[in-house]
T-cell receptor, first 105, second 117 residues
C-alpha cells in the first residue's frame, strides 16, 4: 500500500496547548496537503506545501516538509476545543491514516 | 458558497442488494473523485474522472462496483451486490481542471454513510 502513515494515531491535549502531528509518505511528491475532518463529515482542506518549500504558515497552522526524509509535520498552536477533529496528510491522491486530535476545554 | 453535493447522506441496505450514490461537483470542476473511508481510517481512492473519462480506477472492485459520469458533470457510484464489508463512508470530491492533488486543493462533499446489514 502507498498509504502514508501518521503519528500519533490519537492525541489529547488541553485547550491552549500546541498539537503536533507527523506524516510519512512513500513516493516522490509535487506537494503535500493537510486536511481536517470533523466527526462523520467531509474533509476540509487546510494547507498545501510544495516540494520546494520547507515551511508554510496559515493562521495558527505551521507545516514543515522534509523531502529527504519523506516526512511532514503539522503544528497547531494555541489549540481550541473547535480544533477537535481528525487530521490527514495527502499526497498525489493518497491519504494518510490520520491523527485523531481531542482538545479538552 | 459552492459545495459538492452528495445524496443520500445515509443509506442502509441489505446484503446482496444494489445501492447507488450520487455526487454533483462544484460547477466548473472537471476532476471528480470517489473515495471510500472505513471508520477510523483514511480515505482510499476508488475512481478518478477527468470530465467524463476515467483517469484511474485501479482500486475499484470492478466485479461489484461501477462508476459513471456520463456528461462530465454529476456522477453515480453503484454497488451490486452489496456485501457486509462495503459498510463505510463514500466521499466525493472535485477540483479544478489541471488541479486536484497535483496542484491545488480538492473540495469534498459531506459523504454518504452506507451500512450493509
Amino acid at each position: 500500500s502507498q498509504q502514508g502513515e501518521e503519528d500519533p494515531q490519537a492525541l489529547s491535549i488541553q485547550e491552549g496547548e500546541n498539537a503536533t502531528m507527523n506524516c510519512s509518505y512513500k513516493t516522490s511528491i509535487n506537494n503535500l496537503q493537510w486536511y481536517r475532518q470533523n466527526s462523520g463529515r467531509g474533509l476540509v482542506h487546510l494547507i498545501l506545501i510544495r516540494s520546494n518549500e520547507r515551511e508554510k504558515h496559515s493562521g495558527r497552522l505551521r507545516v514543515t516538509l522534509d523531502t529527504s526524509k519523506k516526512s511532514s509535520s503539522l503544528l497547531i498552536t494555541a489549540s481550541r476545543a473547535a480544533d477537535t477533529a481528525s487530521y490527514f496528510c495527502a499526497y498525489k491522491y493518497i491519504f494518510g491514516t490520520g491523527t485523531r486530535l481531542k482538545v479538552l476545554a | 458558497e459552492a459545495e459538492v453535493a452528495q445524496s443520500p447522506r445515509y443509506k442502509i441496505t441489505e446484503k446482496s442488494q444494489a445501492v447507488a450514490f450520487w455526487c454533483d461537483p462544484i460547477s466548473g470542476h472537471a476532476t471528480l473523485y470517489w473515495y471510500r473511508q472505513i471508520l477510523g481510517q483514511g480515505p482510499e481512492l476508488l475512481v478518478q474522472f477527468q470530465d467524463e473519462s476515467v483517469v484511474d480506477d485501479s482500486q475499484l472492485p470492478k466485479d461489484r462496483f461501477s462508476a459513471e459520469r456520463l456528461k462530465g458533470v454529476d456522477s453515480t457510484l453503484k454497488i451490486q451486490p452489496a456485501e457486509l464489508g462495503d459498510s463505510a463512508m463514500y466521499l466525493c470530491a472535485s477540483s479544478l481542471p489541471g488541479g486536484g492533488f497535483m496542484n491545488t486543493e480538492a473540495f469534498f462533499g459531506q459523504g454518504t454513510r452506507l451500512t450493509v446489514v
